[in-house]
Nanobody, 128 residues
Framework: QVQLVESGGGLVQPGGSLRLSCAAS????????MGWFRQAPGKERDFVAA????????MYADSVKGRFTISRDNAKNTVYLQMNSLKPEDTAVYIC?????????????????????WGQGTQVTVSS
């Protein structure tokens, strides 16, 4: 089993920045990729960004490209999501996730159904 715990959410003004963290514990040797998703009230859970550290690759939703950066600290077993130039439409609960199978890679990482482990989420609110 893998446990994921997010932190770093909060209230920020438009144009501001936040850095989210997702700390992994448990059987972390099982996973080689992680993703961030977000869900606004009444909406579906949408892909935001993913990182595969075996393939040394990252990918982003079009809506966040150039503004968000996903990264990993191997020593801390933590994945980060640096969010800059935040917009009101970025308001959502941000949730990190990890797929169990190492075969999940590339474009598969945008698919919510490919993920097996989920954190509890952290609220991000962008408002003046």
């Amino acid at each position: 089993q893998v446990q994921l715990v997010e932190s770093g959410g909060g209230l920020v003004q438009p144009g501001g920045s936040l850095r989210l963290s997702c700390a992994a514990s448990g059987s972390i040797s099982l996973i080689n990729a992680m993703g961030w998703f977000r869900q606004a009230p009444g909406k579906e859970r949408d892909f935001v960004a993913a990182i595969n550290w075996i393939a040394s690759s990252t990918m982003y939703a079009d809506s966040v490209k150039g503004r968000f950066t996903i990264s990993r600290d191997n020593a801390k077993n933590t994945v980060y999501l640096q969010m800059n130039s935040l917009k009101p439409e970025d308001t959502a609960v941000y949730i990190c996730a990890a797929p169990l199978s190492p075969a999940v890679a590339g474009s598969d990482l945008v698919d919510v159904d490919e993920y097996d482990y989920w954190g509890q989420g952290t609220q991000v609110t962008v408002s003046s």
